[in-house]
């Protein structure tokens, strides 16, 4: 089945605790991007990437890492996790990184809980 | 900086029809439309690209005016299933998912 998977589903860390949330298609997809959806305030990207070893900044970055070494894996790294990083992340992959018909397909979303 | 979406919910009764506006303050070069269930991940609708076009996806279409850096998505003869937060995203050229930002969303509720 064509799909994007994210691990954990749910978190619950402490501030400073390093963590990888990983994010997986199986779709053969050239581009990825995570974002997190908090209340009130919609889905922000944190980053994306266009290839593999190819990445840039969303319009949120700020404490967040990525990689991309295999095209079929994304995994976000809070290397000091704080209280304000606390939202639902989801994780999304697309064929392309541009075209009319370029749908992205999301995972499931992880909801990340810091205390 | 996010596009702004009006209104921020509507309710309608099956059958009723319902637009759903998005506005940007900067150039637009395509306009993404995303459906989210409650407790579900975003579902693509589709994708506008400069130009001005209009498209349709069974009852909802969508139009795109970057004279007025706008675009609206009209949802016709509304059925149960198309409850839901509605978003828009404006994107780069070509319908690019680069620095893909989203609006706040436009929480639509159809009741029987």
């Known amino acids: 089945e064509a799909q994007v998977t994210q691990n954990p589903r749910y978190l619950i860390t402490v501030t400073g605790k390093k963590l990888t949330v990983t994010c997986s298609q199986n779709?053969?997809?050239?581009?990825m991007s995570w974002y997190r959806q908090d209340p009130g305030l919609g889905l922000r990207q944190i980053y994306y990437?266009?290839?593999?070893?190819?990445?840039d900044k969303g319009d949120v970055p700020e404490g967040y890492k990525v990689s991309r070494k295999e095209k079929r894996n994304f995994p976000l790294i809070l290397e000091s996790p704080s209280p304000n990083q606390t939202s639902l992340y989801f994780c999304?992959?697309?064929?392309?990184?541009?075209?009319?018909?370029?749908?992205?397909?999301f995972g499931p979303g992880t909801r990340l809980t810091v205390l | 900086q996010q596009p702004v979406q009006s209104p921020q919910a509507v309710i309608l009764r099956e059958g009723e029809d319902a637009v759903i506006n998005c506005s940007s303050s900067?150039?637009?070069?395509?306009v993404h439309w995303y459906r989210q269930k409650h407790g579900e991940a975003p579902v693509f609708l589709m994708i506008?690209?400069?130009?001005?076009e209009q498209k349709g996806h069974d009852k909802i279409s969508a139009s795109f005016n970057e004279k007025k850096q706008q675009s609206s998505l009209y949802l016709t003869a509304s059925q149960l299933s198309y409850s839901g937060t509605y978003f828009c995203?404006?994107?780069?050229?070509?319908?690019?998912?680069?620095?893909?930002?989203f609006g706040k969303g436009t929480l639509l509720t159809v009741n029987p």
């Open positions: 779709m053969n997809h050239e581009y």
């Open positions: 990437s266009m290839n593999v070893e190819v990445t």
């Open positions: 506008l690209l400069k130009g001005g």
């Open positions: 995203g404006t994107g780069g050229s070509g319908g690019s998912n680069y620095k893909l930002t």
């Open positions: 999304a992959s697309s064929l392309w990184a541009s075209g009319s018909s370029n749908e992205q397909f």
């Open positions: 900067k150039a637009l070069y395509s």
